[in-house]
């Protein structure tokens, strides 16, 4: 089984892996350079960069993506502009192979500073896609995403 993660820069996509390979949780923020292959329990996770000046080539991206079972695009909850930049993340992966699955979840459930919710995040509704909501920090609601992927992908 390969995941790959993606969306934008601190969104908090390295802070899941982290989570999942049961490594503490940092509030220190370091971007992720280029990508970074995590074998788990299952098989492997992409953990990508959001930052486009450390993205990786687009070959390698594509090269990753081949034979992916699935792509997870997180946003943060707390920062509008990780949910409109989804849009570019998903045509992006669609133009790879238009055949992966595609998950949304939208991360940091636990900040007081959240302003997405059930009522203004609708691109999962738009393209019928699974959408779960999940605290890299706490860990809130990270077994039932990963139940889902290895039970369904
Ligand atoms: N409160 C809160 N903070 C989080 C959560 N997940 C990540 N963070 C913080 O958000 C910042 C960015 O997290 P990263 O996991 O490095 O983000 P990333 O998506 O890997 O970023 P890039 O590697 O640059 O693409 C860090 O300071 C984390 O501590 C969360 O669930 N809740
Ligand atoms: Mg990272």
């Known amino acids: 089984m390969k995941i790959v993660v993606a969306g934008d820069s601190g969104v908090g996509k390295?802070?899941?892996?982290?989570?999942?390979?049961k490594i503490p949780f940092d509030k220190k923020f370091s971007s992720t350079i280029g990508c970074e292959v995590h074998p788990f329990t299952n098989g492997s996770i992409i953990d990508t960069a959001g930052n486009e000046k450390y993205t990786s080539s687009d070959v390698t991206l594509r090269n990753l993506c081949n034979d992916a079972n699935i792509i997870i695009l997180m946003f943060d909850v707390t920062h509008k502009k990780s949910y409109i930049n989804l849009n570019k993340w998903?045509?992006?992966?669609?133009?790879?192979?238009?055949?992966?699955?595609?998950?949304?979840?939208?991360?940091?459930?636990?900040?007081?500073?959240?302003?997405?919710?059930?009522?203004?995040t609708t691109f999962h509704i738009e393209n019928t896609l699974q959408y779960f909501e999940i605290?890299?920090?706490?860990?809130?609601?990270?077994?039932?995403?990963?139940?889902?992927?290895t039970t369904h992908f």
């Open 90 to 120: 998903y045509n992006y992966y669609k133009n790879i192979n238009s055949n992966i699955p595609i998950i949304i979840i939208g991360n940091k459930t636990d900040s007081e500073n959240r302003i997405m919710n059930h009522t203004n």
């Open 135 to 149: 605290s890299s920090k706490t860990g809130h609601n990270i077994n039932t995403v990963m139940n889902y992927i």
């Open 14 to 21: 390295t802070s899941f892996v982290r989570n999942i390979k």
